[in-house]
Nanobody
Framework: QVQLVESGGGLVQPGGSLRLSCAAS????????IGWFRQAPGKEREGVSC????????YYADSEKGRFTISRDNAKNTVYLQMNSLKPEDTAVYYC???????????????WGQGTQVTVSS
């Protein structure tokens, strides 16, 4: 069956780093753009970053640019989100999703993972 599974979340202090992974099964990530979204309690799910198909064009929300890096390893069917200089406002459940192209509009994404919790706190 088609699945996306996020991993790598956890508790980190402000200024720390985490690396999230998004592993696909049942389909090939090479043919999809992969977006990262996050949702905090009581807030809407928002776009964080996206990487296009094999050429690897990348996109970031303004608040994440310079701190987060998205990358893909098609041989491993996995996309990563390296998060540095983390802030308390980064606390959320992080989701990866697959679409034909990058967009902040979550309705265009075909497949979604179940999410991984990221907590940034002293």
């Amino acid at each position: 069956q088609v699945q996306l599974v996020e991993s790598g979340g956890g508790l980190v202090q402000p200024g720390g780093s985490l690396r999230l992974s998004c592993a696909a099964s049942g389909f090939t990530l090479d043919y999809y753009a992969i977006g990262w979204f996050r949702q905090a309690p009581g807030k809407e799910r928002e776009g964080v970053s996206c990487i296009s198909t094999s050429a690897g064009s990348t996109y970031y929300a303004d608040s994440e640019k310079g701190r987060f890096t998205i990358s893909r390893d098609n041989a491993k069917n996995t996309v990563y989100l390296q998060m540095n200089s983390l802030k308390p406002e980064d606390t959320a459940v992080y989701y990866c999703a697959a679409a034909r192209g990058c967009s902040s509009l979550k309705e265009i994404y075909d497949y979604w993972g179940q999410g991984t919790q990221v907590t940034v706190s002293s």
